[in-house]
């Protein structure tokens, strides 16, 4: 009798035992259920986070093709009817100036800014014969120039903010003093306004830059008798900032 009731408490006990393992698997699924949530949160937070390159990568775009610096640096100016016997000095040529741009583009680009430039030269004009012998002296002219290039970058960095660049383009020079010393000069043989022809080799290094520029004039600056050969030639190196 004792045999025949253990068959049935063993069946039961063995029914038992597999239930209780069947309610262990069901709670150890929910139990799992959050982790496989958060899972596919963080796989969907994962793809929020996919838009962020693609912000930085527009970030990059913004900070590639846009530019605004600031200048200043030293020139030197010859006229071509200028004196050659300066005995060396070239501090009697040397100028100033410092200015700002604005740069928009990507490889290709353009750029146009705003400059105070001053400008010395020595020059020479031969007595008459009749009066006073030969002159020779500077002539001081300070200008706000508004420059306007095209440029294209020979290579860069993968954000564009580091370069080799060159440029051509046009300014316009606006005279707003002058000294012409013992030439005597008026306001009216010194041009009030002219347009110079403008070639850039430049080199960015992050923020930091450097543009060697030399500018063309295409007319005469001095329109005073015994003054022709006065368009500008100017050489100017600058340092500066962008951000």
Known sequence: MKNLLAVPLAAVLLLSLQAAKAQSITVSSAENTPEVAAITTTADAGGTNSVAPNDTKRAKADYKNFAFGIYAGLNSTKL????NNSNG????RLGYQAGFFVRGGGRLFGQIGAEYFASSSNYFTAGSGQSAASIQDQINIQYVQVPVYIGYKLTESDRGISAVRVQLGV?????INSNSNSFNLSNG???SGSFNGLGQLGLDA???FLDLTYHYGFSD????TGFNGSARRILSASVGFKF
Do not use: D, H
């Not at 600056?221 to 005073?224: K, L, N």
């Open 189 to 191: 043989e010194i041009k």
């Open 171 to 175: 300014e316009y020079a606006n005279r």
């Open 206 to 208: 992050g923020p930091v």
């Open 80 to 83: 071509p009817g200028e004196s």
């Open 221 to 224: 600056a001095v329109s005073g």
């Open 89 to 92: 000095n070239i501090s009697g």
